[in-house]
């Protein structure tokens, strides 16, 4: 559909939401099984855009990866850490996994490969990771512009060693990096001066590789992060649940926020490994009831005759929950400001210019600054049209605004296909139950 008429709620809500599996230890997941020996079976997976774009990436690569939409689950025949081809292309969209995991991969094995992806991809930089793999053996060219996608590997196996990556626009590149360590010929330092943006999604890496039977030591300190990773060493393919995705369950635990009454999200909780799983403690700042158990979250605010509460926080560690926030804020009773997330800017759009552009043809008052924002809520939301620049977030955030105001309508709510094929469908469920 070309556009989304949302529905707003006509009273609290009740609801029981379940996600699918999660994009980031889905990705994570297929890269450990692909390098594995042996067989792995992968349950609640996440199928969607940037996880298909990872199972062609592989099976470009010559591996077999068997999809089975009931569940849904893959299976993956590992290469033993040894890729079965030596030449091939590798399209990544808009997917940024895609690109840097694959980027990493290639350049453990032996051969000629190349990375591209949609004009928002070349526009995304990657000269960290670039270095950093040079570093480490790898032969790596720009195919058009320097520090940016396309790139051409060449790729005679890494040989391990130290890497420095002094504040690095992205915890994808860390994760890369220890990913491929275990194929180097000898161990890796990874060593982070400064601020990492998304931080616990190196935990998660961490714990994806441990899965595979690959243990990483971290170190940190006040100057920054290190990750030791033993090499060489090979993954063990295994049997492994991914866990429902925490950055796209921010909207609808949100959306008992915006419109008052309960939603239960199971089969995430206390025990998650996702960051982004913390996102209750936000809304709990601003005045909601959060019940937390293992597997299950739930966020409430029985009182809707009392305005949320506007807050000011540092959300360098879940970005990904940045615009759930942003329009949250709209509801609350005074500005909220969201600092230290420059990184959004290059996403798969500058989400820091999409927010306060969408946010201020509601109502809003919203003040940019180059590593965030601070948005003053209007006495009353106007109803509008509303874009998502081919961004899923923007698209499912924008959803919120609509449960709190009528009116409103969201342009190409297909892009949520990135991650959240069937979103909107998920989401008339909140207002109509019997949909």
Same mark, same amino acid.
């Given at each position: ?16 939401? !379940?996600?699918?599996?999660? $994009? ?28 298909? %774009? ?6 470009? %690569? ?14 993956? &025949? ?15 969209? =808009?997917?940024? &996994? ?36 040079? *570093? ?13 996608? +396309? @790139? ?10 130290? @890497?420095?990556?002094?504040? +690095? ?24 001066? #400064?601020?990492?943006?998304?931080? +616990? ?27 030791? @990773?033993?090499? +060489? ?8 649940? /991914?866990?429902?995705?925490?950055? =796209? ?17 199971? #089969? ?37 005759? $009392?305005?949320?509460?506007? @807050? ?11 615009? &759930?926030?942003? /329009? ?7 500005? &909220?400001?969201?600092? =230290? ?5 290059? $996403?798969?759009?500058? !989400? ?13 008052? /919203? ?50 296909? $990135? ?14 139950? *019997?949909?």
């Amino acid at each position: 559909m070309d556009e989304y008429v949302c529905q707003p709620a006509c009273g609290p809500i009740d609801a029981v939401v !379940r996600v699918p599996g999660s $994009k980031s230890i889905t990705n994570r997941a297929l890269v450990t099984a692909a390098l594995a020996d042996g067989h792995s079976l992968l349950t609640n997976v996440l199928l969607a855009a940037d996880t298909r %774009l990872m199972i062609d990436a592989l099976r470009s %690569l010559g591996i077999a990866v068997t999809v089975d939409s009931v569940g849904p689950h893959l299976e993956i &025949t590992g290469c033993g850490g040894h890729l079965p081809l030596s030449e091939a292309k590798l399209f990544c969209g =808009n997917a940024g &996994t895609v690109m840097r995991f694959g980027a990493a991969m290639v350049a453990t094995g032996h051969g000629l490969f190349e990375l591209d992806g949609v004009q928002r991809m070349r526009e995304r930089p990657i000269a960290h990771l670039v270095d950093a793999l040079r *570093s480490l053996g790898a032969g790596l060219e720009y195919l058009d512009r320097e520090g940016y996608p +396309p @790139i051409r590997v060449h790729a005679s196996g890494l040989r391990g060693g130290e @890497i420095v990556l002094e504040a +690095p626009p992205s915890s994808q590149f860390v994760s890369a990096l220890m990913l491929a360590a275990p194929c180097a010929a000898n161990d890796v330092l990874i060593e982070v001066a #400064g601020p990492v943006p998304s931080a +616990p999604y190196l935990s998660l890496t961490a714990e994806v590789m441990d899965r595979f039977g690959v243990g990483v030591i971290e170190q940190r300190d006040a100057e920054g992060v290190r990750f030791i @990773i033993a090499a +060489p060493q090979r993954y063990s393919g295994c049997t492994f649940a /991914v866990e429902p995705d925490a950055s =796209n369950a921010t909207y609808f635990l949100a959306a008992a926020a915006v419109a008052g009454g309960r939603v239960v999200l199971e #089969g995430l909780g206390e025990r998650s490994i996702q960051g982004d799983a913390r996102f209750v403690d936000v809304l709990e700042r601003m005045g909601c009831s959060i019940v937390r158990e293992p597997d299950r979250l739930t966020v409430s605010r029985p009182d809707t005759g $009392k305005a949320l509460r506007g @807050i000011d926080l540092d959300l360098n560690d879940m970005p990904d929950t940045v615009q &759930t926030l942003a /329009v949250v804020a709209l509801f609350a009773d005074g500005p &909220t400001t969201i600092r =230290n997330v420059a990184n959004l800017r290059l $996403k798969e759009t500058d !989400r820091i210019v999409a927010l306060a552009t969408e946010l201020a043809k509601l109502g809003a008052t /919203v003040e940019q600054r180059s590593d965030g924002l601070t948005i003053h809520p209007p006495a009353t939301l106007t109803a509008a049209v509303l874009d998502t620049y081919d961004d899923h977030r923007m698209a499912m955030s924008m959803a919120l605004a609509g449960l709190g105001c009528a009116g409103c309508v969201i342009r190409d709510p297909g892009c949520c296909g $990135k991650t959240f094929p069937d979103f909107f469908e998920q989401w008339d469920r909140l207002t109509d139950p *019997s949909s």
